[in-house]
């Protein structure tokens, strides 16, 4: 019988990989939301948290991000 479960595909680089796997980590057991890692550049997530790992994405971007003094 086949089991199957909705969810979210994520393509990315591996530093960004690295960034939602920490955060997945970073959460509690009940909470985690990667369902496979399918290689170091794709995953399957819960389709729920999809507005949740953008919103800390342009987080981490806006925190890593130079302005140029003026």
């Known amino acids: 019988m086949v089991n199957a479960i909705k969810g979210l595909f994520i393509s990315c680089d591996i530093p960004m ?8 980590a970073s959460m509690p057991a009940s909470e985690r939301f990667i369902v496979h890692m399918l ?15 953008r919103s800390k994405i342009g987080e981490f ?6 302005e140029k003094p003026q």
Do not use: G, K
Request: hydrophobic residues 40%; proline residues 7%.
């Open 17 to 24: 990989a690295q960034f939602i796997v920490n955060l997945n």
């Open 39 to 53: 290689d170091p550049t794709h995953m399957f997530v819960q389709p729920h948290v999809a507005e949740m790992i």
């Open 61 to 66: 971007r806006d925190q890593n991000s130079y």
